[in-house]
């Protein structure tokens, strides 16, 4: 793991707020959305048995994007869903309470399928690991790939992306924030 530094400068595209800097706009996420679609349907030779899980709560709506994205390039649907990993957290023991998000697997289920699973952000990777815990208990995919908008680094566990939107260079003090218009009225992902 390199030595830890702050967001290059260049990195910002918009004055500081009391969101943080802008590091990417709508434009910015359309585009890496785009690409990451590509990518996955290069990767995997087409859409024939995909399916995306985005990772609540703006994964989802990543996942429906990129979903959207790749029916266009495809001219089929490819099916999309979500999977809750808040019971498979390894830091229940510290902060019970949680709310919970819901599951929704697509008619087909996921035994057999290649399952790209689709967040906002990977940091530490327990996420990502809880989504592995998760997703064992629901059926067995013939390989599960991961498609992340940011990529932070500090990872804590032997996990990477297979598809990043952008790579972010992040100090462990910084903390990335992704803003979509489903959710938060706009698309915007930020640093502070
Ligand atoms: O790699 P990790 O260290 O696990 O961090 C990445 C996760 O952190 C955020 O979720 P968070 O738990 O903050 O909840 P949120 O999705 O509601 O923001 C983000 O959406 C990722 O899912
Ligand atoms: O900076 C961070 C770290 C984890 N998850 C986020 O969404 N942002």
Do not use: C, W
Request: aromatic share 2%; hydrophobic share 40%; no cysteine.
């Amino acid at each position: 793991m390199p030595p830890t530094q702050p967001a290059l400068p260049d990195e910002a595209s918009a004055p500081g707020s009391s969101e943080g800097r802008t590091v990417l706009d709508a434009r910015d996420i359309s585009r890496a959305l785009s690409r990451i679609s590509h990518e996955i349907l290069e990767r995997n030779k087409g859409s024939q048995d995909l399916v995306l899980l985005g990772i609540p709560s703006r994964g989802v709506h990543l996942a429906q994007r990129v979903a959207a994205k790749m029916s266009e390039v495809e001219g089929a649907e490819v099916p999309v869903g979500s999977l809750d990993i808040t019971m498979y957290r390894d830091d229940l023991r510290m902060r019970p309470a949680r709310t919970l998000s819901p599951t929704e697997i697509p008619a087909g289920g996921i035994d057999d399928k290649v399952v790209v699973l689709v967040d906002d952000v990977l940091y530490s990777g327990r996420t990502i690991r809880s989504a592995l815990d998760a997703l064992n208990d629901i059926g067995r995919p013939r390989a599960v790939q991961l498609a992340v908008l940011v990529d932070r680094g500090h990872r804590e566990l032997p996990i990477r992306a297979d598809f990043v939107g952008k790579n972010l260079p992040t100090s462990t003090a910084e903390k990335v924030a992704v803003r979509l218009g489903e959710y938060d009225g706009e698309d915007a992902v930020t640093i502070r």
